[in-house]
């Protein structure tokens, strides 16, 4: 049985490391034809991967690529891999070369691009390559001629039916190791996983929009609950991360799914992803009974205009108060999720969405608010192509892409972008809840984060009220004490 690798590069971001879903399940749909590895480079090093390439000499090696930093990191791998030896056939999928597969398909390094979804294009492409067929025959794929000349066959919108997936393969990776790197209190072991894909809202700054075109489609509540229950059983799982896109959209599916767990006792937690105009006090009152304990929310904005008339998310900053109000009923914690400089957004709305998180922080005290982030334009998206119709710059190579990066401001309509980053930086300082942080870790990075806190709170807090920026002298002293902790 000839030999497959699939990676997940790093993502340059610092940020929480999940289990690698999208890898697993491609590992379950292809294991019965190839011998799977799975290796995790935010969690391995490049020269890991190189040993295991020249040790297992792999038919392929795929990589999971998004938009950002991570595609440096996968070009520079490629190289490497084609050096080891030149016959290894390099696959890429993911969303950005769904939105750019001729663009990805130029750089030398790359032999295959998978477009969409990737389950049974990978399959049906690691069986020709296997066999030495005609690729022209396989949906959803980009590759290069033997004299070099790009094709692109047919791309399909059909997607698979979410019941008809085997489980992931939840053994080919250590899930102990994402759990310990993802449980924050004593006694919870946590893993993250996904009852559906997509979402039907037509946002207009949201990938869903074009990858998914809309769809949404689940798994059924008992196969969703026998990944749970296997999880659970096998792994000790107590708290879970459901990272579906809108987990509620389907409310009989989710009754149904809080049932299940009802029914057979389990004693577990889990969150989920949601928007607030789904927020009904007896419908999450029964999630609540079956372990529902936070929810995961995308305000984007405290202004209406943006909401509505930019953005399409089709809510209000209304309906955002009164879900958290329900949740504040229901003392359900919630992780709220806003936006600055969006196109055409003024200062004063700017000031409106900052406005409603202090506000929504006065109503309920297990909300909780990610930093503000600064609109990035996602490709594929209409707010994108309103972007460069706004002067945005976008890059014009692979290479390019590898250089952008979240945490800075990109859009050229800002005219100030060093205030955008500044907010964005001291964010986290003006929404600390003190409810919702453990005490008891007493390492250096803690300390000096709860000591920067109490010192720097009063001034943030003073600057967001206020829309005063000026001599940021206290962000200075809080970055050098964030690179002295470490982080």
């Not at 509540?221 to 296997?230: G, I, Y």
């Not at 229901?330 to 000031?351: A, N, Y």
């Not at 942080?437 to 010192?455: C, E, G, M, Y």
Request: with cysteine; proline share 5%.
């Amino acid at each position: 049985m000839n030999k497959i690798i699939l990676v997940q590069p790093e993502n340059g971001l610092n940020e929480t490391i999940y289990a690698p879903l999208g890898l697993i399940s491609l590992a379950a749909y292809v294991r019965n034809d190839f011998e799977v590895k799975i290796v995790d480079l935010r969690l391995e090093k490049l020269r890991s991967l190189y040993k295991i390439v020249e040790s297992q000499q792999p038919l392929a090696v795929g990589f999971s690529m998004l938009t950002g930093s991570c595609i440096k990191q996968i070009i520079e791998a490629a190289k490497e891999i084609k050096k080891i030896n030149p016959e290894i056939k390099i696959i890429v999928g993911g969303i950005h070369p769904t939105f750019f597969p001729e663009q990805t398909i130029k750089n030398s390094a790359i032999d295959f691009v998978v477009i969409n979804e990737g389950e049974k294009t990978l399959l049906d492409l690691l069986r020709a390559i296997e066999s030495s067929a005609d690729f022209s025959a396989i949906d959803n794929l980009a590759w290069k001629r033997g004299d070099g000349q790009i094709q692109i066959g047919k791309t399909t919108t059909e997607f698979l039916d979410m019941n008809t997936l085997p489980m992931p393969a939840w053994d080919l990776i250590n899930v102990e190791r994402y759990s310990n790197g993802l449980s924050r209190n004593p006694g919870e072991r946590v893993i993250d996983f996904y009852t559906s894909k997509g979402c039907p809202y037509p946002c207009a700054f949201c990938y869903n929009l074009n990858f998914n075109r809309r769809k949404w489609r689940a798994k059924s509540a008992e196969k969703a609950f026998e990944e749970l229950e296997f999880l659970h059983n096998k792994y000790g799982i107590n708290y879970f991360i459901i990272h579906d896109d809108n987990f509620v959209v389907d409310k009989e599916r989710a009754l149904k799914f809080a049932q299940l767990i009802i029914d057979k006792g389990l004693k577990i937690q889990y969150s989920v992803d949601s928007r607030v105009d789904y927020f009904e006090e007896e419908f999450f009152g029964k999630l609540k009974e079956s372990g529902m304990c936070e929810l995961r929310v995308g305000c984007e904005s405290g202004s209406n205009r943006i909401l509505k008339d930019i953005i399409q998310k089709g809510i209000t900053a209304e309906q955002t108060l009164k879900a958290v109000e329900v949740a504040r009923k229901l003392d359900l914690k919630l992780i709220l999720s806003f936006v600055i400089g969006w196109p055409t957004e003024t200062i004063g709305e700017r000031q409106q969405t900052i406005n409603l998180i202090l506000k929504i922080q006065k109503i309920h005290p297990k909300a909780a608010i990610y930093p503000l982030w600064i609109y990035i334009p996602y490709p594929g998206t209409p707010l994108f192509d309103k972007a460069v119709e706004m002067g945005f710059k976008q890059p014009q190579s692979l290479e390019e892409w590898g250089n952008y990066f979240w945490g800075k401001a990109h859009i050229p309509w800002l005219k100030n972008p060093e205030e955008y980053e500044l907010i964005h930086a001291l964010s986290p300082f003006a929404w600390y809840n003190k409810k919702l942080v453990s005490l008891k870790n007493k390492s250096l990075k803690n300390v000096v984060r709860h000591l920067a806190i109490k010192f720097f709170r009063p001034l943030v807090l003073f600057r967001f009220k206020h829309n005063f920026w000026k001599f940021p002298l206290d962000a200075k002293i809080i970055v050098f004490l964030k690179k002295m902790a470490g982080k």
